[in-house]
């Protein structure tokens, strides 16, 4: 990937549709060794850009998925209790000496230790995913091992990378993530695309769906997001409303097939309600004389 075209081309064969803008910051962040953070909506992306970037270079994806009460420990390794348990029961049964319970036949080793190891095929991609569910101490444990790509394990010593992996972090921006880690980062925000973009996006996920279909599901959608709602759909909702409607063996949107199907655009009973019977309609309505 020596260029933003090849990036972009790169990613387009794991139909992966990426604008030019998130190209140069993924180029300047695999060439200059920086990690790549993306922010953004649920739903636009960020996640699968990691998957496609680890599949298009043909690295292993290692993926931390945060969650609120990660600790340091737990996101790099822990020991394997029931294992250790075993090895004493069959030394006190043998009259042996037991083995060392703090070596590496009783780590597990989890992402972050599992990224700094050294790997077939090269450097892996880290994908740090949804880094806004953790804490500020977390925050800073990570802000120290992406400084020098190593990890301690006060038992056996320290883990260090032999190349630095490419470090991918999203967050959905449920909360700030704290400016010495953003600093240490490429960033980029990741929208909602536009109409084209979604076109080319279903294009490419759900193949199976005529144009014209797909064209009035993307516009629905692009409406929809203009409307005050809870929360909004992103591109995997348009992704499976479109294969829902085909599942149905629908060629066009109806305001009842609208109403029908939309659980599979919006997951909250509040922003559901509002959209059936007239709204969806008045929306349908709207969209078509666009359209036309
Ligand atoms: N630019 C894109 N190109 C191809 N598929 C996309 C794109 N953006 C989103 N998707 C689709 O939407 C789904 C959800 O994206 P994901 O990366 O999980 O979102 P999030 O931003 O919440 O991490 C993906 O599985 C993929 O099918
Ligand atoms: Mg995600």
Not at 13 to 31: D, P
Not at 50 to 67: F, H, V
Not at 73 to 88: H, K
Not at 125 to 144: G, K, N, S, Y
């Amino acid at each position: 990937m020596d260029s933003i075209d090849a990036v972009q081309a790169a990613l387009s064969r794991q139909n992966y549709v990426c604008g030019r803008a998130l190209a140069t910051v993924t180029f300047l962040a695999l060439r200059l060794g920086r990690p790549l953070f993306l922010e953004g909506e649920a739903g636009t992306g960020k996640t699968e850009i990691a998957k496609a970037i680890a599949a298009a270079l043909g690295r292993r994806l290692i993926r931390l998925q945060c969650y609120e009460g990660l600790d340091a420990a737990s996101a790099v390794y822990e020991w394997n209790f029931a294992a250790q348990m075993v090895a004493i029961r069959k030394a006190e049964a043998t009259g042996e000496t037991p083995p060392d319970l703090f070596s590496d036949e009783f780590l597990i080793a989890r992402p972050l230790l599992e990224a700094m190891r050294p790997q077939e095929g090269g450097a892996p991609v880290l994908l740090i995913d949804e880094i806004d569910r953790t804490d500020a101490p977390f925050e800073a444990f990570l802000l120290e091992a992406l400084s020098d790509f190593q990890v301690t394990i006060p038992e056996t010593g320290t883990v260090t990378a032999p190349e630095p992996p490419i470090v991918v972090l999203t967050s959905n921006r449920t909360r700030e993530v704290h400016d010495a880690l953003k600093r240490r980062c490429l960033y980029h925000w990741v929208d909602y695309p536009t109409h084209d973009r979604e076109m080319e996006i279903l294009a490419a996920r759900a193949p199976e769906a005529a144009e014209d279909l797909s064209r009035e599901v993307v516009a629905f959608v692009q409406k929809l997001r203009t409307e005050d709602l809870f929360k909004k759909p992103g591109v995997a909702e348009t992704i499976d409303w479109a294969k829902c409607l085909l599942a149905l063996d629908m060629i066009e949107l109806s305001p009842e097939v609208i109403s029908d199907t939309l659980g599979a655009l919006l997951k909250y009973q509040d922003d559901i309600q509002k959209l059936q019977g007239s709204e969806a309609k008045r929306i349908l309505d709207e969209v078509r004389a666009e359209v036309a």
